[in-house]
């Protein structure tokens, strides 16, 4: 079976949307709806790659990624964040809260799915 693929999306319709598109794309797909699930979810499972929205309740994107990325245990897990929020600084908090790539969305499905096959390929 292919990798495993967290998807962290609060929008209900999104996250059927893209659970369908990448399981056909032959990644095994968990999904959590808050970053606080996400977290609880990357340290359970530890999945090749984490899809993380920004704006969500519980935890926000930079929140959850900050504490992915401080947990020994799942920093090295790649980080994708998918947001509406298009501006320059906040591509820059992105990065430097620890995201590996920054997608605005509406996403373009077959970029997403090309990141995060090139995030987890043998180094």
């Known amino acids: 079976m292919g990798r ?3 998807l962290v999306e609060d929008d209900p319709d999104q996250r059927r949307l893209l659970e369908r598109t990448l399981t056909a ?3 095994r797909v968990l999904s959590a709806p808050d970053g606080e699930a996400g977290v609880a979810a990357a340290r359970a499972h ?3 790659v984490i899809v ?3 704006m969500m309740p519980r ?3 930079f929140q959850a990624c900050r504490q992915l990325r401080a947990d020994p245990e799942t920093r090295h897990i790649p980080i994708v964040m998918t947001t509406a929020k298009d501006q320059p600084a906040d591509e820059f908090w992105g990065r430097e ?4 790539e920054y ?3 509406p996403l373009d499905i077959r970029q997403l799915i090309e990141v995060a096959i090139r995030l987890t390929e043998p180094k």
């Open 25 to 27: 794309a032959g990644w």
């Open 97 to 100: 809260v620890g995201a590996d």
């Open 4 to 6: 495993q693929l967290l």
């Open 103 to 105: 997608l605005v969305k």
């Open 46 to 48: 530890r999945p090749d």
């Open 52 to 54: 993380l929205d920004v």
């Open 59 to 61: 935890l926000n994107g």
